[in-house]
């Protein structure tokens, strides 16, 4: 293998310089974050999260939490802004963004909404596949207070949680994210993951997945 072969095959495991914060006063100090896995964010049209959800009324009973699997023309609704399509788009745009060259086959394996009202919890867990995701397609009604919890309090405020590593000095190893309504996030599939049991009014609604990338 030449030295330009084995430069492209590494540099999908070389992180980026890109500055995380800088610190004010004196000396300033820039603050890199360089290791560990990347998730991406990013938006679902409205007219596409009606969809889902019309579809979903149509499958799960009132006020009871259920988890079914979306049919392919559920999925394929839309055309080019299909579930399909726009997920797809979305996970090229994540792989060549981390691992710097275009991805090759996108190869979706299944979609599944959840459905969860309030005590019902997620618990930390990893998928199968190279990439996994959530869209958020309800919400529940969280009061302020429940909001101002961290994970470490023991948050029940419906968000997610994403975990790595464990209790390590001068690491991170815990992120939480407010699940907001068209919010689509994509990250490896062996990120563990999970949610508190929410306190709150409302159904929590989400859309999971799985893919594998060649």
Known sequence: MDIVEKTRRLKKYEASEAVAFRSEGSPGMDFLSPFGPLIGRTRISVDLIDHLNAVSDSVLTPGQGAEFELSEPDCSWGGEDSLQSCVARAIRTYVECVEHEPS??????????????????????FHSGDLSGVLYLKVPAIS?????RNYIAGRQAGYI?????GKQRFARS????????GDLYIFPGWLLHGAEPFRGTGERRSLAFNARVE
């Open 144 to 148: 302020p207070d429940e909001e101002q």
């Open 174 to 181: 815990l992120i939480s994210f407010k699940p907001v309504i």
């Open 104 to 125: 090759g086959l996108v190869q979706l394996d299944n979609f599944w909404v959840v459905s969860q009202f309030a005590g019902t919890p997620s618990p930390v867990h």
């Open 161 to 165: 949680n994403f975990l790595i590593g």
